[in-house]
């Protein structure tokens, strides 16, 4: 089922959480809200939800308004960041929960109730602790639970507020790596909000990226990631060096304007953005841009070398190199270099 | 084994280490205070309670509790408690839920207002009962005896419900659960150690009370004393044994409350252990 919002506003007080909102999500993708937090997606989650009202703005479910539905009608399942089972039941009864509170005439027949509950403490690969407490779960198990709960009832949606936010680092991409095969197999309209850029990287068919209330761009991974909008997204998306930059003869140089060639049109001070893998780190100037820096640490331990460097005004350069690039030019701490940029975002320092 | 550690922890010294704390004269000296003190003003009184019932024997001890006008009292005394720990526990709940889960105005109002009957003397709310309901008061000639307490259970469930969070029910609202089935499936069995908790508490205050019931009941006899008002009019008649016979049933009743608030205090605090321990053994 496909899921629109439009123009949505919502205020807390004087904080203003969503500011004219408008997002569409076909039906069947799986999809990310990405953004720091106070960016206003888990609000906007909330208000898809209907566990928050807008101010203004309506949430329609396939073309059909739904802003006046009470969540009890919505049919979305909704997953906690802290899981948020219910702590007196069992597992069993948890996912249970959503069949046996239907009304009387569309409550399946007991026997039809375990077997859908059997069959999704398969899906969810939790079988054997149908008899558990959540108390005496993983917090990755929990999750899972949670998650069956919210298919129980067959949701046409399927949200999630920062499904992985409580859990550690391996267990976390372990599960979001299970929960992109478990959309492919099932195929519900899921949207899922997290601040982890390389969680929403990794996982979802399209991502939208969340700043102050507003969406600052949306798009597949690739597009975000390799065509950023603005700098907020280009800074958000991963690591960063910045550069002051000069132009001349309508091309981009990275290191201090001399004069003459300093502003663009617009008056702002052009800024050049560059990733850290986008570096090269060479012993002898080789392209017209570059700028002299001396290698302060180096951090070997890992897929890339991470070399940090000082340039002659003392700022920081982050580069990772490769391995056999790092044994190529034998480099050690406190080597005059020169680092010249691949590739780079020009964006007007605002 | 020992080939690279420095000699100076080879030739550490053998004593055991001293654990620090305060000489045993004064140890014992802040027990002996604590002991006396206990055995002056807590089971000294519930002996003497005891021994002045029991003093002209067991059959004086029962004919006092059989009278009539005694069991006139015990009979509202438990009547009036059970009304006012039903309404309690309502109310109570009620203004619980409001103030937990909900931000409104007036909310700060209302918590002062459930404040109020601790800070000011029984007496006076009697005072104002007798103003509001009596035969010449406010709101007519029906006369409510005892529901004073209402807000007693209150404070004690607020904690509670605010440590639950909204979470577990607004995931009970999304799977398609109503309110009343919400609250009856999921608020309910997560709050009731703190609801008897606070039932526990309310049921003895509301027995026990003296002060209001005294301004408000008219002290009839055999009709509408309770058992703390008759005890004050035997004891002052110089019936001691059966003013002390009644007053070991309240005292019994003490006892029960506090093995009881016990019990549920060592259950509640077994339950948040149980959910504190989050076992992150992987997947």
């Known amino acids: 089922m496909s899921i629109e919002a439009r123009n949505i506003t919502k205020r807390f007080g004087d904080f203003a959480a969503l500011k004219d909102v408008t997002l569409q999500i076909p039906a069947g993708e799986l999809v990310a809200l990405l953004g720091p937090s106070g960016s206003g997606k888990t609000t906007l989650l909330r208000v898809i939800a209907g566990l928050e009202f807008p101010d203004a703005g309506a ?18 399942g909704f997953v906690f960041q802290h899981y948020s ?30 077997a859908r509950v059997n069959e999704l403490l398969k899906l969810v690969q939790l079988d054997w602790l149908a008899a558990r407490y959540p108390s005496q779960l993983s917090g990755g198990q929990r999750q899972r639970v949670a998650l069956a709960r919210a298919l129980a009832v067959e949701p046409r949606v399927l949200l999630l507020d920062e ?80 550069f002051s930059a000069r132009v001349q003869d309508g091309k981009t140089y990275i290191g201090e304007p001399a004069n003459g060639f300093v502003a663009q049109s ?78 780079m975002r020009v964006f007007a320092d605002t | 084994m020992a080939t690279t550690a420095s000699p100076r922890i080879l030739t550490a010294p053998r004593t055991k280490p001293r654990v620090r704390t305060d000489p045993a004269l004064v140890r014992w000296a802040l027990i002996a205070i604590g002991g006396v003190f206990l055995g002056l003003f807590l089971l000294l009184p519930l002996a003497a309670v005891f021994a002045n019932a029991f003093a002209k024997g067991a059959t004086a001890y029962m004919a006092a509790l059989r009278e009539p006008e005694a069991a006139s009292a015990i009979r509202l005394t438990l009547l009036a408690s059970a009304i006012a720990v039903c309404l309690n526990v ?49 709101f007519g000639s029906w006369l409510a005896a005892r ?13 509670v419900m605010q440590a639950l969070g909204g979470e577990e029910e607004e995931a009970a609202v999304t799977l398609g659960a109503s309110g009343w089935k919400t609250f009856f499936r999921i608020t309910l069995p997560n709050i009731k150690w703190g609801l008897l908790y606070g039932i526990i508490l309310c049921n003895a205050r509301a027995m026990g009370e003296f002060g209001a019931v005294s301004v408000v009941s008219g002290h009839i006899r055999g009709l509408t004393n309770t058992m703390p008002l008759y005890i004050e009019i035997l004891y002052n008649d110089y019936q001691f044994v059966p003013a002390f ?22 259950k509640t605090e077994r339950q948040a252990a149980e959910h504190d321990s989050v076992t992150e053994e992987g997947l």
């Open chain 2, 90 to 138: 309502v109310f109570g709940v009620a203004a619980a839920w409001a103030i937990a889960r909900f931000d409104f105005t007036g909310k700060n109002l209302l918590i002062t207002l459930i404040d109020v009957p601790f800070s000011v003397s029984p007496v006076i709310s009697g005072m104002i009962f007798v103003l509001l309901f009596g035969a010449q008061g406010w």
């Open chain 1, 163 to 242: 499904p992985f936010g409580a859990l550690d680092a391996k267990v976390r991409q372990e599960l979001r790596r299970w929960l992109r095969r478990l959309h492919d197999e099932i195929h519900v309209t899921s949207l899922f909000v997290t601040h982890d850029q390389e969680e929403a990287l990794e996982v979802a068919d399209r991502v939208v990226v969340m700043n102050e209330g507003r969406i600052e761009q949306e798009g597949s991974p690739d597009q975000v990631y390799h065509q950023p909008a603005n700098a907020f997204v280009y800074r958000f998306l991963g690591n960063l060096n910045l």
């Open chain 1, 85 to 114: 089972l219910f702590r007196h039941m069992t597992v069993f009864e948890n996912i249970a929960f959503g069949l046996r509170v239907k009304p009387r005439r569309e409550r399946p027949a007991n026997e039809r109730i375990r």
């Open chain 2, 245 to 266: 016979a009644i007053a070991s049933l309240l005292t019994l009743l003490a006892v029960v409350t506090l093995v009881a608030k016990s019990l549920v205090e060592w």
């Open chain 1, 266 to 343: 617009d008056g702002h001070r052009p800024l050049v953005y560059v990733r850290p893998h986008l570096l090269n780190i060479e012993r002898r100037p080789t392209s017209e841009n570059h700028i002299p820096a001396w290698v302060k640490h180096i951090n070997s331990a890992g897929s890339l070398v991470k070399v940090e460097l000082a340039t002659e005004q003392g700022e920081r350069i982050q580069v990772e190199i490769s391995h056999e690039r790092y044994h190529e030019i034998d480099l050690k701490k406190d080597d005059a270099v020169f680092v010249s940029p691949r590739d």
């Open chain 1, 59 to 76: 949430v329609f479910f396939d073309g059909v308004e739904t802003t006046e539905r009470s969540v009890q009608d919505r049919g979305v």
């Open chain 2, 147 to 159: 529901d004073l307490k209402i807000i007693f259970a209150v404070p004690e469930l607020i904690p």
